[in-house]
């Protein structure tokens, strides 16, 4: 390594390493490998002849230019773009005209869905007046149709390829509000349940271009889909405060804001909030570090100590699960709670990074989430012939079932994975395979409870 | 004659699978090898290679280990998994099929 010694060419390796580290796609080791690189070829450059400098300008050339470098790194780390955003140069250089373009069509997209939510009212059905389930059945499809319209227009999808996906929206008009259901119907709950389960599939689906078998756009969407929860959770917050100023101050001058707010405020800004939080999840982005996998990191230690002391106490005294009529439902949201916080914790992860103390947490918080589950299954069980079956528990005992199956397989590869038999791209992999798994039931419940069960 | 960017950018994962089927490698060997089994012919932006490699590795294609090299600095070694072996079996018939396809198609130009 003569050459190294060469004091002018070190400073200009040093200098190229600092142009490299700026790109935010490309990270510590990745700089030292491609400096590593450069630094063989400058070797056998200068044994061939050629003096420092001249050898230099060889290798940088012939590693390609920084720009074009980093974009390939984004692509195959996906996970760096989605935290520090990496404008590409074009991307840069229009960004100011499409920054209001996409102000304007995102706020007429939300004007829209506020709208669509008071059109039926236009017909007689009215929202605070009897027609409650008719809303509850449709709430999904005022506001998805229109966020779909966003993300076919965001990701520059031509009308005529996109318009196909008007399909599963049609569809679901169609199941929301076929069926006769009577009054106080289960199997019109559950449809109001299911169906944006169903409709979100679709919205992934604009969201990722129409690419759903790219892997990573998928894990984009489950980011987004976090985020926007997250996003919309904080705005309710803010409208729940706005309703309450509007309801105090109108009525210190002795006037009844109640109509106002029962019937436009809270129904067209939970419609509105969709889009809007949308576009702030899509344009922030790159700037706030995600919350959902901090959460997860927040609650994966404290639910895994719950369940644990759960399972301890039930052990010592030895007092069996309470089966009241519902207790599967309770059960169901602890399962989806473990699911979302495995997805969520294989999100934010580098899936090349060894198995951590964190890892290890998270196959306890699954297996005890799988045992705890067992138990109360075993419970109902043993009575469910007590309980008959409506539409309400099979639809639990479906869903138990589903993702029963997704944390036993996603337990076995965790372990594997632990013992250093397997990687962490398979799990996330395994992820990302059954997110249709979920509308898809979704889809089963909608289309064939109602009529199953005879609409009761 | 340079084979043009999309036909490159096709055969840039067979081509790293197959080289480190013969044997375990770093990036600028796989570099040295392509344009040694192309005849210079396979021309490669060198830096491209790596994201290449690095999805691969996040495929669980090819497995990566830091260790020394004969400079003292350290160096990424790749190495083909089990399921890369497969990957590459994949591609192998993919490639053929086109092969064969157009050695067909020629063939009977030729005869012509």
């Given at each position: 390594m003569t050459t190294m010694a060469d004091r002018p060419l070190e400073e200009q390796i040093a200098l190229w390493r600092t142009y490299v580290r700026r790109?935010?796609?490309?990270?510590g080791p990745d700089v030292e490998e491609l400096e590593g690189h450069l630094r063989d070829q400058l070797t056998e450059l200068t044994q061939a002849g050629l003096t420092g400098d001249e050898a230099f300008l060889v290798a940088v050339r012939r590693m390609g230019s920084l720009d074009a470098l980093s974009r390939e790194f984004a692509r195959a780390h996906s996970e760096r773009l989605w935290k520090q955003l990496v404008l590409t140069p074009d991307a840069a250089g229009e960004s100011a005209a499409t920054g209001l373009a996409e102000t304007l069509v995102v706020l007429s997209l939300a004007v829209a869905a506020a709208l669509a939510i008071k059109v039926p009212a236009l017909f007689g059905l009215r929202l605070a007046g009897g027609d409650e389930a008719f809303y509850l059945r449709n709430a999904s499809l005022f506001v998805f149709p229109l966020l779909t319209v966003y993300f076919v227009w965001k990701r520059g999808w031509g009308a005529q390829r996109s318009l196909w996906l008007a399909v599963p929206f049609a569809a679901g008009a169609v199941f929301a509000n076929i069926f006769p259901f009577p009054k106080g119907s289960n199997t019109g709950m559950l449809t109001a349940l299911h169906l944006p389960i169903a409709l979100w599939l679709a919205v992934g689906v604009a969201y990722v271009r129409g690419h759903w078998s790219a892997e990573d756009g998928r894990m984009d969407f489950v980011r987004f889909s976090g985020e926007l929860a997250i996003y919309y959770v904080l705005i309710a917050l803010g409208g729940g405060v706005l309703t309450g100023f509007t309801m105090t101050m109108f009525f210190a001058i002795g006037k009844n804001a109640e109509w106002f707010a029962q019937g436009w405020l809270i129904p067209c800004g939970a419609m509105g909030a969709v889009i809007i939080a949308s576009w702030l999840v899509e344009a922030k982005q790159g700037v706030i570090e995600n919350m959902a996998p901090v959460l997860t990191r927040l609650f994966t230690p404290l639910f895994t100590i719950l369940l644990l002391v759960f399972l301890a106490t039930m052990a010592w005294t030895g007092s069996p699960i309470n089966?009241?009529?519902?207790v599967l439902i309770g059960f169901d949201l602890l399962l989806v709670l473990v699911v979302g916080l495995v997805l969520y914790a294989a999100s934010a992860r580098?899936?090349?990074a060894p198995p951590d103390f964190f890892d290890a947490l998270q196959v306890l918080l699954v297996i005890s989430a799988l045992v705890v589950d067992g138990v109360a299954l075993g419970a109902i069980a043993a009575r469910i012939s007590e309980f008959g079956f409506t539409p309400n528990r099979v639809a639990a005992l479906g869903e138990n079932l589903i993702l029963l199956v997704n944390l036993t397989w996603s337990a076995w590869l965790y372990a594997r994975f632990l013992r250093r038999r397997g990687s962490f791209a398979a799990l996330e992999r395994w992820q990302i395979v059954y997110l249709p798994v979920y509308s898809a039931w979704a889809a089963l419940v909608v289309v064939v409870f109602p009529p199953l069960f005879g609409y009761r | 004659m340079d084979v043009g960017k999309d036909l490159v950018a096709a055969s840039a994962t067979p081509l790293v699978l197959a080289i480190l089927a013969e044997g375990d490698s770093y990036g600028y060997a796989i570099i040295k090898r392509v344009a040694e089994l192309s005849g210079g012919h396979?021309?490669?932006?060198?830096?491209?290679?790596y994201p290449v490699l690095h999805r691969l590795e996040r495929q669980g294609h090819v497995a990566a280990k830091w260790s020394p090299s004969e400079s003292g600095r350290r160096r990424k070694y790749y190495r083909i998994t089990k399921e890369g072996r497969a990957q590459l079996a994949a591609h192998r018939r993919q490639w053929q099929v086109v092969d064969g396809t157009l050695r067909g198609l020629w063939m009977k130009a030729c005869i012509v």
């Open positions: 790109r935010q796609a490309v990270q089966v009241k009529r519902e580098d899936p090349q | 396979l021309q490669w932006t060198d830096g491209m290679l």
